[in-house]
Nanobody, 128 residues
Framework: QVQLVESGGGSVQAGGSLRLSCVVS????????MGWFRRAPGEERGGVAS????????YYADSVKGRFTISQDNALNTVYLQMNSLKPEDSDMYYC?????????????????????WGQGTQVTVSS
């Protein structure tokens, strides 16, 4: 079993930056894909970015390409989401998720069911 703890959320003005962190513990060797998702109240979680933990291949939603970067630090068992040029529409609760399956391309951003572990979320608020 894998446990995930997110941090790094907060309030920023439009154009600002935040870095989210997701610390992974437990059966880390079982994780092959990590993803970041976000959800506004009343909506479904949507994939933002994902990374194949073995090869480091990354995938991004079109809405964040060029602004967000997902990365991993294997020594710290941590996955990051660097968010730059933030917009008010990026305001959401952000969740990290772990999957035993490899990401499988952009499928990993649209299929929440492939992820078997989720964090509690961290709130990001961007003001205009």
């Amino acid at each position: 079993q894998v446990q995930l703890v997110e941090s790094g959320g907060g309030s920023v003005q439009a154009g600002g930056s935040l870095r989210l962190s997701c610390v992974v513990s437990g059966d880390i060797s079982s994780v092959n894909c990590m993803g970041w998702f976000r959800r506004a109240p009343g909506e479904e979680r949507g994939g933002v970015a994902s990374i194949d933990t073995g090869g480091g291949t990354t995938y991004y939603a079109d809405s964040v390409k060029g602004r967000f970067t997902i990365s991993q630090d294997n020594a710290l068992n941590t996955v990051y989401l660097q968010m730059n040029s933030l917009k008010p529409e990026d305001s959401d609760m952000y969740y990290c998720a772990a999957s035993r399956l490899v990401c499988g391309g952009y499928y990993s951003l649209t299929t929440r069911q492939q992820y078997n572990s989720w964090g509690q979320g961290t709130q990001v608020t961007v003001s205009s």
